[in-house]
């Protein structure tokens, strides 16, 4: 009772737990005045400038620069991340920022732009900025709800545990297979040395475990036991249950491994899309001075 407590205290304090209300949501206010008072800038002098409001233009420039400047300050995230401050609020702090004044970027991005689109490396840059917000809130979605489905997986064993079930169970799967003969034997050495309880990561991801040697050899067990000989399929009946239990085991084991992954993958598209924004917004910085 005392280790769920603590664990449930260790979550509660996480940073990826709270960091979107910290502070009673000072971020998230932060950044709601800052769109208001940008959209009400950009509705103020968009009918003054000739031929309309585009990135060219002062307040285009200006909205060009803010949205830069975020954008290099959000990527510094990365840098931040790993150096060791004083605990972790500080770096709760840092995320909560980096979620609200990157959901902000909408606003300053397409105001910017003058809502000019086109097949160029602009709007490129300007897709590439969406996929990192969409890739980020798929992240908060997974941090909101993933640590409870992990637990709730786990119940009260820990990973560690279901390693050491899964090793028990192969042992005593072993011990129970010595009287049998050649043939059968080898059906259970099939569970015994060929299964795969993780994999790749993507395995792990999409949770694909058909081939599961184990599941492979309980079939083969079961119909084994149907012609075996009396005192052979006693046996086979024994080990039948236990491939049944190292089944369970390691469908929760897989289970906890697939939750892990989509707490990481959403990075794999957020870090790489990260690096292709800041290239393809240096090309259109440098691109815009040159051809003025
Ligand atoms: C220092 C920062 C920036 C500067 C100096 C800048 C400059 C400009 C200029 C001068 C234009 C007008 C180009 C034209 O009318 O031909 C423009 C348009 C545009 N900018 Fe920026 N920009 C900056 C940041 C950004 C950011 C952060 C994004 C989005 C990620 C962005 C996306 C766009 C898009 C999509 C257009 C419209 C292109 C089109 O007309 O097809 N810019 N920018
Ligand atoms: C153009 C805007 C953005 C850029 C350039 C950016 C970039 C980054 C970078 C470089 C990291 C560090 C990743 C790592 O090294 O592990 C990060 C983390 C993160 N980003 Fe973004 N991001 C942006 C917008 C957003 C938005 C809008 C959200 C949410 C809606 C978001 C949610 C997150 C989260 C939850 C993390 C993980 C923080 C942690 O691990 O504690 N990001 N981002």
New binding site residues.
Partial sequence: MAGAGTQTQRRRTSTHESFWRHRGFLWAKLSTVTCIAIVSAYLIDAPHVRPGP???TAM??V???I?????VWLAALGIRKRVITSGHYSLKAWVSAHVYLGLS?IV??TL???F???W?V??L??G??LLVIASGAVGVWAYATLPNALSDNRGETTRKQMLAQIESLDEQIHEAAQPLPRDLAAIVRLSLEHTDIGGGFWRRLLERYDDCANLEALDRVTSAKMVAPQEDAVVLNRIEELMERKAEVLARARRQMHITALLEAWLFVHIPATFA?LA??TV??VS??L??
């Fill in positions: 585009s990135g060219g285009g420039y909205l060009g620069t949205g830069a400047l975020l954008i970027l300053i991005a910017h732009t003058g000019h689109f086109g160029n602009h709007t840059a300007y590439l900025m924004l393809a917004l259109h910085i815009v001075f051809y003025w």
